[in-house]
């Protein structure tokens, strides 16, 4: 039952092969974000261009996948061309529990190099194979369809186009490795999809009583009766009703049309669940003009709330487009939402208007084939569209800062001007601006928290992911398995952990990530409140920098690190990577920051 292997692809060379996972990073890593972070340290150079030939993607599974109950799900792992930082990015649905079936024995596939010609990755019963990619160009339902009884992810025209936000789309869309531009990745190495074939994995006896109780567990537990009554389309309803809700750019934390866009609209428009007749089924399953599409709670808050867009069919349809295209729907959000921004300020000649869902549909379009000059511009993020057209600007905000973005990334729909704790969140994730890592929001609109407690909150939430995620957990089914991390589990197939260990491997994952970023240039100054934040919005409310400055001090001394965010010597040596550290990655120069008292 171990998984002890990966399979390596080199695109240049034109060759698949098989080779070993060493011991020692199995136990120290898992698999998943663990592993993918090792690789892409141990075999990347600082400064590698992500969209070069040196850079790796890895479709990284975890010792567990296949047999956890939930959905199985797969990690998207290598350097982000979008941010220039670790990018770890998941999907679930039939590909990743095909892929698990089909190599018993792998971590996962780890490509590398750059095709001359487009080409598919092939994985069946005849074994791996790389063929002619005879479909590029076309979009991801259509890419799928060519590929019939087979499970396939792949990269729409936004990937071909290498727009930096472009996602890898398996299940005919459905589901997305959807941050930092992995698609990108995938189209700069013309690698067009990975098709398998396969069953899916056999539950081995000795883990079917485990597995029947877990099932039941989730059942039960707050987060799978959360799940299986709205999922995540009912956040839009919650941000909105705790004044979180990102609205027409930032501008509010209300939408007066949530109730249009959110779970009592999708529940109107459904015409059936993701696996239906689970205990916990998944999302719900709408018709748009484009076809069948499963809207995540993003869609209603990124494209809903987030353009002034309170017609559910609308924010449907435009979600489904960017499905079909291969592009993340919160970037795509955040740069339709600049534009409109950018033109109300003269920054810009664009005529799409908060509420005008076909205008954005239009550009979002425009931006997946770098149609036009504001388009390209589009395709690079909003700082890159703010240096191309407005520079610096003038007055309370700058082009570049129209749209909140950490490290490039823009930021999904809660913002901490109604909930502070994820001004700290979206600073210290490690991909940048990212609301999956860790969610205050959840706690804090509903009681007081002191500093301690807010930063406690973020990186233990930060280190636990960073264990279930190298498991590539269900990212719902997490929340049962946090009590030990999964080592029931992980005993049950003969893995020895207990939570304590697995605790230490989340530090250390947490802490080699940083470490990786360090490398390529970044510190705390990039650990930024955005300028966005700072100013009030309608309703006055403002995140304090000062404040921040404060809670993010505290954050470095909770976790280890100096003033500079980088850390120290001691903790490299004390998770137990002094021996993987290069030359090349700066360390702290001071003393770990110490705190006294309520922090």
């Given amino acids: 039952m171990h998984r002890d292997a990966v399979l390596r692809v080199d695109l240049s060379a034109g060759t698949v092969r098989r080779e070993s996972v060493p011991e020692r990073w199995r136990r120290r890593y898992l ?144 589901h997305h490795a959807g941050r930092g531009g992995v698609g990108a990745v995938m189209g700069s190495k013309q690698l067009k999809a990975v098709v398998v074939r396969g069953d899916t994995p056999d539950i081995p006896p000795a883990i079917e009583a485990l597995r029947e109780q877990t099932t039941a567990d989730y059942a039960d537990h707050a987060t799978g009766r959360w799940q299986a009554a709205s999922g995540t389309l009912e956040s839009v309803d919650f941000a909105d009703e705790v004044g979180a809700l990102a609205t027409e750019g930032w501008q509010a934390g209300h939408f007066a049309g949530s109730e249009s866009v959110g ?78 921004l950018a033109g109300e300020a003269g920054l810009v000649e664009e005529s799409v208007e908060f509420g005008d869902g076909e205008g954005a549909k239009k550009l979002v379009e425009r931006v997946a084939t770098r149609k036009d000059d504001l388009a390209d511009a589009l395709a690079e993020g909003v700082g890159a569209a703010a240096a191309r057209f407005a520079g610096d600007g003038s007055g309370a905000l700058s082009g570049k800062e129209l749209m909140p973005t950490v490290k490039a990334m823009a930021l999904p729909g809660y913002d901490p001007r109604g909930a502070a704790g994820m001004a700290l969140a979206y600073a ?42 190298s498991l590539v957990a269900d990212d719902f089914l997490g929340d049962v398995l946090r009590e030990d991390f999964g080592a029931e589990w992980l005993q049950a197939v003969g893995i020895d952990h207990d939570a304590g260990s697995l605790a230490r491997v989340g530090e250390r994952i947490w802490t080699l990530v940083r470490l990786f970023n360090a490398r390529e240039g970044f510190d705390r100054a990039d650990d930024e409140l955005p300028a966005r934040l700072r100013q ?33 010597h001691e903790l490299v040596a004390a998770v137990g990577l002094t021996g993987t550290v290069d030359d090349e990655t700066p360390l702290s120069s001071v003393d770990a920051i110490t705190t006294e008292g309520d922090t």
């Avoid at 309170?310 to 970037?331: H, M, N, S």
């Avoid at 309608?538 to 965010?565: C, I, K």
């Fill in 31 to 174: 698999g998943g974000k663990g592993l993918g972070a090792r690789y892409l340290y141990d075999e990347l150079e600082a400064d590698t261009d992500p969209l070069g030939p040196q850079n790796r993607l890895c479709f990284a599974l975890g010792p567990l996948s296949g047999y956890l109950p939930g959905e199985t799900r797969y990690a998207a792992v290598t350097k982000s061309p979008l941010t220039g930082t670790f990018l770890d990015s998941y999907a679930g649905g039939s590909f990743p529990e095909t892929l698990a079936g089909a190599l018993p024995d792998c971590l996962g596939i780890v490509v590398e190099g750059a095709a001359e010609e487009p080409v598919s990755l092939i994985i069946d019963e005849a074994g791996a194979r790389l063929e002619p990619a005879e479909n590029w160009g076309a979009d991801t339902v259509e890419t799928a369809e060519a590929y019939p009884n087979a499970s396939v992810a792949c990269i729409g025209p936004a990937g071909e186009q290498e727009v930096l936000y472009a996602t890898v789309a398996s299940d005919a869309g459905e």
């Fill in 263 to 340: 779970i009592a609209a999708a529940q109107e428009a459904a015409v059936g669940r993701e696996r239906d007749g689970e205990r916990v089924p998944g999302g719900f399953r709408v018709r748009t003009e484009n076809g069948e599409s499963v809207p995540r709670g993003a869609t209603p808050i990124s494209l809903g709330a987030g353009l002034g867009i309170d017609d559910f069919d609308a924010v449907a349809t435009l979600g489904a487009t960017c499905d079909r295209l291969g592009i993340d729907v919160i970037e795509a959000g955040s740069v339709v939402a600049w534009a409109v």
């Fill in 428 to 469: 210290t994730s490690d991909r940048g601006g990212c609301h999956r890592r860790a969610r205050p929001v959840e706690e804090e609109v509903f009681a007081d928290r002191t500093r301690e407690e807010t930063v406690r909150h973020v990186a233990d939430a930060q280190t636990a992911r960073s264990v279930l995620w």
């Fill in 536 to 568: 009030p919005r309608e309703d006055g409310s403002v995140v304090d920098p000062e404040a921040f400055e404060q809670t993010l001090d505290a954050y470095y001394g909770y976790r280890g690190w100096g003033h500079d965010g980088l850390p120290t």
